[in-house]
């Protein structure tokens, strides 16, 4: 028999979500080695509170996921039982930590965990055994902790306070033997003795090789929040020890460099608050190139009063240049570029730094066109407004090598200025460069009326109060863009859309420059209800989404059970 394992992790994060009662500090994270790729983890009591504060009935709300049918009813019942009588402790943090390895044979494995605590690892076994999907599975012993192993290349493992459900798998890559000049497909392993292998490690890491002797994380940990994620690169240098070509330094740029990230769900908000840590090497170079912050004037005279996306980044060009000096690699560069009568400090110099991209009008009625169909011709503007813009830094470079694109046909010459090759323009899109600007605009017009100066782009207060400072900027108008598709939508998602429109307002993101210790940044989303908290907001909207996947899903059987098996899926795809 098949084991489940996906459903069983699923039903484990639903009550793990929804059951928490207390906010402990963390206690087993010395199981989490420090190799990982990423750790993410939920304060379930924080969110209980929020739910609870909002009148908002746990078994109220577990009722409108569970329905009635025969499926739901099985669901239902596992549960509660895993609520009830599984020997789960749901007073504190759940944690999912990823690990990308590579492997001596230089195959590759993903390793997914999701880790937990018990109040008590006998009622947990009593519990696994009486479940179907492991009834028929033998529980091994190791000298400090127990463990299921399935066929599907996952176990669940556990101590007397912790529990860890792992999913492995593994990625046959070829590699290129340099010497026998062919690919060398890695000899195939079995996937349950490295499993144990990974799992094992687990239970026996000493502090030096655990995520708890990383300060960054402790420190994150110890914050307050809902949830909150940490990614490190080091994983990063296993993944490129297999590189045939080694770089100078590359490992040294790469290693311990970290990124923690705090969640909170607050009224009428989502927020994320990240901090980037960087080593020594990579410090250094941020501070010797700190970049100016982001140019506004670059979005001011937008045509447009139905702005979708904004994205703004500033950053010293030079900084490119300073990379390929610390890596070593800068003369080999420069020796590479001169087959093409440019160096490489003419490339990154061309441009001055500042970069601005604005989306507008999607989705509206008089920007669908069939170009392509009755012209065969792409065109960009038939989605919506577009305008990239990349203010020239050093002319002379600038001129140079779009002298060379014009010889490859990229692109056309007239005068001082160039413009699309045919090439580009069957793309849809519209260039126009010169000394002072790259830009590339959806179709004509938008070009014409963003260059005039003579139009004001209708941003809100909030977010360009939010880009003044920032090195890297952001924006998403969720709800009309939603709103601008919903003329068009059929089917059992409309409600959905409409809910989900009611709901969200807009995204914010931005960056700042590093302040000598790390690179801040913040994420925002922000809903129309300013008064209730998020988390009580969105409990709603995912309500309204699993009533239409239910109805769907419904529609699905019908139709399934009118024709033979496979016939859905054929009608629906042609």
Wanted: glycine content about 4%; charged content about 25%; aromatic content about 10%.
């Amino acid at each position: 028999m098949k084991t489940n394992f996906s459903q069983f992790i699923s039903i484990v994060i639903v009550a793990i979500l929804l059951n928490a009662c207390t906010n402990n500090s963390v206690k087993n994270t010395k199981y989490i080695p420090k190799d990982i790729t990423a750790v993410i983890a939920v304060d379930p009591k924080n969110m209980a509170d929020k739910l609870e504060k909002a009148g908002i009935n746990v078994d109220t709300l577990i009722n409108k996921l569970f329905k009635t049918d025969a499926e739901d009813l099985v669901n239902k019942a596992k549960f509660f039982s895993l609520r009830d009588s599984s020997g789960f402790n749901w007073n504190e943090k759940l944690y999912i930590f990823v690990l990308n390895k590579v492997l001596p044979n230089t195959s590759q494995a993903n390793v997914f965990n999701l880790m937990g605590r018990l109040k008590d690892a006998k009622t947990f076994e009593a519990y696994l055994v009486k479940q179907a999907d492991f009834s028929t599975k033998k529980i091994e012993r190791e000298s400090n902790y127990s463990y299921l192993m399935n066929s599907d290349g996952s176990m669940i493992s556990w101590d007397e306070k912790t529990v860890i459900a792992t999913r492995y798998e593994r990625n046959i890559v070829p590699v290129y033997d340099t010497v026998a000049m062919k690919f060398i497909v890695p000899e195939k392993a079995s996937v349950a003795a490295e499993l144990k292998k990974e799992v094992d490690r687990y239970y026996h890491l000493k502090e030096s090789e655990s995520i708890v002797s990383n300060s960054a994380f402790v420190d994150l940990v110890k914050t307050k929040s809902d949830g909150f994620a940490f990614t490190t690169s080091n994983n990063t240098l296993n993944l490129l020890s297999g590189m045939p070509l080694q770089l100078p330094k590359l490992e040294e740029l790469l290693k311990d460099n970290y990124l923690a990230a705090s969640l909170n769900f607050e009224d009428g908000k989502i927020v994320a608050t990240t901090r980037s840590y960087t080593n020594p090497l990579l410090s250094s170079i941020l501070k010797k190139y700190a970049g100016p912050t982001v140019n506004l004037s670059l979005i001011d005279h937008y045509p447009s009063e139905n702005i979708n996306l904004i994205m703004l980044a500033s950053f010293n060009p030079e900084i490119f240049g300073g990379l390929l000096k610390e890596l070593e690699v800068d003369n080999l560069v420069n020796g590479f570029m001169e087959k093409t009568g440019f160096s490489a400090q003419e490339l990154y110099k061309c441009l001055k730094g500042d970069i601005a991209v604005v989306i507008s009008d999607l989705g509206r009625p008089e920007n669908h066109k069939t170009d392509l169909k009755n012209t065969g011709q792409f065109n960009i503007s038939s989605f919506g407004k577009m305008v990239f813009n990349a203010p020239v830094g050093d002319p002379v470079s600038f001129t140079k090598i779009m002298n060379k694109a014009a010889e490859l046909g990229y692109v056309t010459k007239t005068g001082n200025s160039f413009k699309a090759g045919k090439l580009l323009s069957f793309l849809g899109m519209y260039l126009v460069a010169d000394e002072k600007n790259f830009i590339v605009a959806s179709d004509s017009l938008t070009y014409a009326q963003y260059i005039s100066n003579k139009n004001k782009a209708v941003i809100s207060n909030d977010a360009l109060n939010q880009f003044k400072g920032k090195s890297t900027v952001a924006y998403f108008d969720i709800a009309n863009t939603i709103a601008s598709y919903l003329p068009r939508a059929n089917g059992g998602f409309k409600n959905s859309m409409i809910t989900a429109k009611n709901t969200f307002k807009d995204l914010m993101a931005s960056s700042e420059n590093f302040d000598g210790k790390s690179v801040n940044g913040k994420f925002e989303i922000r809903l129309n209800n300013q008064k209730q908290n998020s988390l009580v907001t969105l409990a709603a909207l995912f309500s309204d989404i699993v009533t239409d996947m239910r109805e769907a899903a419904k529609a699905d059987r019908a139709l399934e059970d009118k024709f033979i098996s496979g016939a859905p899926s054929i009608i629906r795809t042609n």
